[in-house]
């Protein structure tokens, strides 16, 4: 019963502490105007897609070669993984100022990400993904469909919540070409099918939501025999794609990328601050004022930091309720 009070009051702290210290970092950053420009987001963030597998997708293919989607060559970080990826690619900032270098690592990060600040200015958020990426975020989205194994329905029920909601920023996450890039490698047929079934997928929910700006990246890529993690170019080269709504949109075209520049980027297209611990540059053309505050030192400790307070203080609260 007492380590039962105990777990419960250590998650209870942990939470609330955490949210406290998100909401005290958003209370600093200047929401310049509060007016919302009516564009909407959705990214989509394809597990695991190596840069060349965009050859074994036709629809993201076709759209690029006519010109109505931008693509850019793009390149992660070590670790090559997963949650540090999502961590760099929602919060901007490197895996040394955020702390994340493992994929096990299931604390929320302490860094305000792109949804938080999307919900601050009033907008709607929405997550089809994966359960690590609410594991990171646990107060970032207003509707959510989380999978822990499979992942087979995620576009259907991001159209259900697209169709009842409307969020201005979505995210859908699906883990499948991930999945077979570990089983079968990724030049294997298995990983090219599951790139064709995505890009189906694809094609489905741009004829249904036009009015939305899609951004298609990846979290990291895929040796030729499968697996990621260190530096293999494989692994460190992933594509960032826009297309769909690109109306009043100006981007700079051929520089050189990487996954930071992702949420800079997202930023000045909703017209969101950007946080001060945004390392990469904006690919959209606009004089959107960056955030000048100084970085909170050490936000990586920071988990830690609330872990242990949070554990003494459930265990003297507990000793406290049950003393005898
Ligand atoms: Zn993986």
Known sequence: MKILAQIFIFIFLFLTSYNMFLNFQLSKFTFIDNQKNNKKVCIILIDGLR??????????????????????????FIPSLS????????????????????????????????FLLSRKKGL?????????????????????????????????KALNIIDKHKPDLI??????????????????????????????????????IKNYTIIITSDHGHKDKGGHGDDNLKCLEIPIIFL???????????VSTTQLDISPTICDILNLPKTPYMEGKSLVICNNMTFQNKKFKNINKVPVALILISSYVSYLATKIIFRK
């Not at 006519?66 to 390149?75: D, M, V």
């Not at 079968?184 to 047929?189: A, D, E, P």
């Open 51 to 76: 840069l060349d597998a965009i050859k074994y997708m036709p629809f993201i293919k076709k759209q690029i070669n006519e010109k109505k989607a931008l693509f850019y060559k793009s390149s992660c």
């Open 83 to 114: 949650r540090p990826g999502y961590v760099r690619i929602f919060s901007g900032s490197s895996t040394k100022i955020n702390g994340v270098s493992k994929n096990f690592y299931p604390i929320p990060s302490t860094i305000p990400d792109i």
């Open 171 to 208: 995210l859908i996450h699906p883990m499948k070409v991930d999945k077979a890039g570990h089983k079968y490698g990724g030049i294997s047929l298995n990983y090219k099918k599951a790139c064709i079934e995505i890009d189906n997928d694809i094609q489905k929910l741009y004829e249904k």
């Open 244 to 254: 769909g709504n690109l109306k009043d949109i100006k981007f700079y075209e051929k």
């Open 124 to 156: 709607k958020t929405a997550l089809c993904g994966y359960y690590w990426i609410y594991e990171l975020y646990p107060f970032s989205f207003n509707y959510k469909y989380i999978y822990f194994n499979d992942d087979s329905n995620i576009f259907t």
